[in-house]
């Protein structure tokens, strides 16, 4: 293990590469991934997150997205193996963590929003198109019970909503429409049959 000063000057010579990537950049790059380390899958606010370079600078890499990818700190400084005491971090520098630690959370939980929105989205937009044909007769602001709604959250985490949409329409297109609970034990053998890959006659 080398002394001190030579793993600080090693520190400052990495933090220098790296000032020199925006935020706007970086974050670019971790909307990309995903807000995931790529080596080893976690994220915030368990990891603090930074952008590694595939092939270093110093082997004639560059900044170009294609080069870049997300990796925790301690995967990208290798700290598994390094006592954290060896690496000297003043106030000022643990400040500027957290700030960015507290950045790289809000916009994760941004992300995170915007698909739970999306899927509320889709949620609301698929029982109108069943209940209005269903009950053509009875306009009004339709909603699937408790068991419905956890039925079609659990087939949103395995098919498009369209695919869902599209299994709705098989269901409804048969002369067991009018039976409505019927209808839709077809419509979830439709979806199962779809997430299995097997054809729907």
């Not at 520190?11 to 991934?33: A, I, N, P, T, Y």
């Not at 599209?166 to 419509?187: G, T, V």
Request: hydrophobic share 40%.
């Amino acid at each position: 293990m080398g002394s001190w000063p030579s793993q600080a000057s090693r520190w400052v010579k990495f933090m220098r590469k790296r000032k020199h990537l925006s935020k706007r950049v970086r974050f670019e790059v971790f909307k990309r991934d995903g807000f995931t380390c790529q080596y080893c899958g976690r994220t915030p606010p368990e990891v603090l997150l930074q952008v590694d370079h595939i092939l270093a600078l110093a082997n004639g890499g560059d900044d170009d997205p294609d080069n870049l990818i997300t990796a925790c700190a301690d995967c990208n400084l290798g700290k598994s193996n390094v006592p954290l005491g060896a690496i000297p971090s003043s106030l000022a520098s643990e400040f500027d963590r957290k700030a960015e630690m507290t950045a790289q959370v809000e916009a994760y939980n941004d992300i995170l929003m915007a698909i739970r929105e999306s899927r509320e989205h889709w949620i609301c937009g698929l029982a109108r198109h069943w209940y209005d044909a269903v009950f053509p007769d009875e306009p009004g602001e339709w909603t699937f019970n408790q068991q419905r709604l956890a039925t079609v959250k659990r087939f949103l985490n395995s098919l498009p909503a369209a695919n869902i949409h599209e299994a709705m329409d098989i269901a409804l297109s048969k002369p067991l429409r009018f039976d409505e609970n019927r209808c839709w034990r077809y419509f979830f053998g439709v979806c199962w049959r779809m997430i299995k890959g097997e054809p729907n006659g």
